[in-house]
């Protein structure tokens, strides 16, 4: 009873939960009808091996009942995947690298362990959420099906020959190197804004005083922005996630990069509409240090409604632009 | 080539040509109730052998893609899964035996006992 046990229990661990018990009952009734079927009078024991040989491999019986392979990122996408990852991982090593290594130039403490320290803490919280990030980025294109030729012809009833993709011309095909850029850069960006946003600052030079830094940002309130940041980076990333996978300019691809487009749009412009991230001591500073005789002060306001206006303008033309890219294809067929 | 090479070509291409009957074979059987071991004991006393571990598989897709219906029968000592064929398995069943005698004429047409030495 116990090897029967065994088997069953090797066949459905790795099934759906909700199959589970069901194909468990009729397995122990097949085992035992095929028990009832072994003449002889060999012991207990040895027909049950035997019977369980007949039904051979446990793997491949589960193998049978789950049917088609599920993948959470499947071979089709896995060389994409695998060269998001180096580029996405590379440039948080070297974005934290450059984070720490800026940070300890100024900061006071001369604490080479320390530092150090820091430094792994922040390398490893940064690898993991990139590695995390990417990997959900391209499950959610896995799971969307974006642009996949091989999966779409299985699943069209009646195969036509306008189903054939049309080979990219120049301006549909999406630019892989851009697309690499994108990642790097977003990622080189954001590992910053996200590990060390007070590298972000104003380096005055002055013979008298030494180096002044006067930060951009408000790093304890960015800080609370952390969720936002993320945000930001996981539709960017998202959005040349797709464009790598589809590499060329369809409507789908079109649709779900400006929706994409205007996730990270929107969570930019709702980064930048609180003005406390800004530094308030950064106008002052900068007059104190720059001897500006003109009035600063009054234009904070001013300032950041520019910038976002500018992300805002920046999202609508990158959404639009994309559109178009996609509609224009796809009139031309 | 070595002959269990060949051998071992041999058996995947009969095996090949089995998996596509596989199907037509059941529903055959299952105009009537039947549960999946004595499926397997009918099939294998007409000549048509299949292991349980792809019957059973089998049975459940054919059921979730609607061509069969079931019943747990729990008033017997073991409990058992009864399959048969539904309205609509009966009518893709009849289609397939159609398509299965016109593949079965050509292909007599194309092949005849003098190949077989």
Redesign the interface.
């Known amino acids: 009873m116990d090897l029967i046990s065994r088997y069953v229990y090797a066949v459905t661990k790795g099934l759906p939960e909700k199959?589970r018990g069901?194909?468990e009952?009729?397995?122990?009734?097949?085992i035992?009808?095929?028990l009832e079927?072994q003449a002889g009078d060999e012991a207990y024991e040895a027909k049950v091996t035997k019977v369980l040989l007949?039904?051979?491999d446990p793997e491949?019986?589960a193998g049978?009942?789950r049917?088609s392979e599920r993948y959470l990122i499947g071979p089709q996408n896995f060389d994409n995947y695998i060269l998001t990852l180096k580029i996405v991982l590379g440039a948080v090593l070297l974005g934290v690298s450059i984070a720490v290594g800026i940070g300890s130039v100024f900061s006071d403490r001369l604490n080479a362990a320390a530092i150090f320290t820091d430094y792994l803490a922040a390398l490893f919280s940064a690898l993991l959420q990139g590695f995390a990030w990417v990997t959900i980025a391209f499950a959610f294109a896995e799971r969307k099906g974006v642009e996949l030729p091989a999966k779409g012809q299985t699943k069209a009833v009646t195969w036509s020959v306008s189903q054939l993709p049309e080979v990219p011309e120049k301006q549909t095909a999406i630019s892989r190197t851009e697309s690499i850029f994108s990642i790097l850069f977003t990622t080189f960006f954001i590992t910053i804004l996200y590990v060390a946003p007070q590298i972000f600052a104003v380096y005055l030079q002055n013979d008298t005083t030494g180096t002044t830094i006067i930060p951009i940002f408000d790093t304890v309130v960015l800080r609370g922005y952390r969720w936002l940041i993320a945000g930001i980076f996981i539709s960017s990333i998202s959005k040349e996630v797709v464009k790598l996978i589809s590499g060329r300019w369809t409507l789908r691809t079109s649709t779900v990069c400006s929706i994409l487009s205007a996730a990270s749009t929107m969570l930019t412009l709702l980064l930048f509409s609180d003005p406390r991230i800004w530094n308030p001591n950064f106008q002052a500073g900068l007059a104190r240090h720059m001897d500006l005789g003109f009035g600063l002060v009054n234009s904070l306001g001013q300032t950041n409604r520019g910038i976002l206006l500018i992300i805002l303008a920046a999202g609508i033309i990158e959404i639009v632009t994309v559109m178009y890219k996609g509609i224009k294809y796809n009139l031309s067929k | 080539m070595s002959t269990e090479k060949l051998d071992a070509l041999f058996e995947g291409l009969v095996l090949e040509l089995r998996r596509g009957t596989i199907v037509l074979s059941v529903m055959s059987q299952l105009k009537s109730p039947q549960?999946?071991?004595s499926l397997v004991?009918s099939l294998e006393e007409k000549g048509i052998t299949v292991?349980?571990?792809?019957l059973?598989?089998?049975l459940?897709?054919l059921e979730g893609q609607g061509l069969l219906e079931s019943r747990?029968d729990v008033e017997s000592t073991?409990?058992?899964?009864y399959y048969q064929l539904s309205e609509a398995g009966k009518e893709i069943y009849e289609r397939l035996c159609c398509q299965w005698f016109g593949i079965a004429e050509n292909m007599n047409k194309l092949i005849n006992s003098e190949d077989v030495r």
């Open positions: 199959q069901d194909i009952k009729e397995l122990r009734t097949l035992d009808d095929m079927q007949e039904l051979g491949v019986l049978n009942y049917g | 549960y999946g071991y004991v292991d349980a571990g792809t059973y598989p089998l459940r897709r747990w073991k409990p058992r899964k």
